[in-house]
């Protein structure tokens, strides 16, 4: 049972980033980097064998690099890819948790990447993106301890592919067909989740 806990306060976070962006014709480059602190992280202190109390208790550093690059090509082509790299996200002090010391945050991935291609002429329009995120330790997992992939409970790494056709049929009518996870990868987000789906969407502006 976790006892209630008035005193709490909001979680903080200090943040500071550098970056910068090159455009060159129809293409666009950027690169930042960032760093994170976290403090009063609200974690469970046990009271009693069974009783714990919610507490503001850990401090944690992020550290990380973003790129990003898009443009466009001849014949209604264009292009993007983007990327997040995180090379630190532990956890610096923790007296509610002492062992989560020097483990990674949890519901936090250390890397996630996308690339995408998309293709316009006329009405008729087409995409399709590829979406990687790492593995993460989920809620409650302050130890590091769920490193499996693949079954229930765990929160797994995976690569999903997307593709998007667009057609407008009318100037106020527009119809599309979105397919996710086209690959019909099997992974968890905790429960197992959806495999191949699609979407048909009508829209009508007036």
Same mark, same amino acid.
């Given at each position: 049972?976790?006892?209630?806990?008035?005193?709490?306060?909001?979680?903080?976070?200090?943040?500071?980033?550098?970056?910068?962006?090159?455009?060159?014709?129809?293409?666009?480059?950027?690169?930042?980097?960032?760093?994170?602190?976290?403090?009063?992280?609200?974690?469970?202190?046990?009271?009693?064998?069974?009783?714990?109390?919610?507490v503001?208790?850990?401090?944690?550093?992020?550290?990380?690099?973003?790129?990003?690059?898009?443009?466009?090509?001849?014949?209604?082509?264009?292009?993007?890819?983007?990327?997040?790299?995180?090379?630190?996200?532990?956890?610096?002090?923790?007296?509610?948790?002492?062992?989560?010391?020097?483990?990674?945050?949890?519901?936090?991935? @250390?890397? *996630?990447?996308?690339? %995408?291609?998309s293709?316009? &002429?006329?009405?008729? #329009?087409?995409?399709?993106?590829? !979406?990687? =995120?790492?593995?993460?330790?989920?809620?409650?997992?302050?130890?590091?301890?769920? @490193?499996? *992939?693949?079954v229930? %409970?765990?929160?797994?790494? &995976?690569?999903?592919? #997307?593709?998007?056709?667009?057609? !407008?049929? =009318?100037?106020?009518?527009?119809?599309?067909?979105?397919?996710?996870?086209?690959?019909?990868?099997?992974?968890?987000?905790?429960?197992?989740?959806?495999?191949?789906?699609?979407?048909?969407?009508?829209?009508?502006?007036?």
């Open positions: 049972m976790n006892e209630p806990s008035p005193n709490l306060r909001a979680e903080s976070l200090d943040a500071l980033e550098i970056g910068f962006e090159r455009k060159q014709g129809s293409w666009r480059a950027g690169l930042t980097v960032f760093t994170q602190r976290l403090d009063g992280l609200i974690y469970r202190s046990r009271v009693t064998p069974t009783l714990t109390q919610s503001n208790a850990g401090s944690a550093k992020i550290d990380g690099v973003e790129t990003q690059l898009r443009g466009s090509f001849s014949g209604g082509w264009s292009g993007f890819a983007n990327a997040t790299r995180l090379v630190r996200a532990e956890v610096s002090n923790n007296p509610a948790v002492p062992a989560s010391v020097g483990k990674t945050l949890t519901d936090v991935p @250390t890397i *996630q990447w996308n690339l %995408g291609v293709y316009e &002429r006329g009405p008729l #329009s087409a995409a399709a993106y590829v !979406r990687h =995120t790492g593995h993460i330790f989920g809620s409650g997992d302050d130890n590091n301890l769920n @490193t499996r *992939q693949g229930y %409970g765990s929160y797994d790494s &995976r690569t999903l592919t #997307s593709l998007k056709l667009t057609y !407008r049929a =009318t100037p106020w009518c527009r119809v599309s067909m979105s397919v996710d996870n086209l690959a019909n990868r099997a992974y968890y987000d905790f429960g197992r989740q959806p495999g191949r789906n699609a979407l048909i969407d009508v829209a009508l502006t007036y």
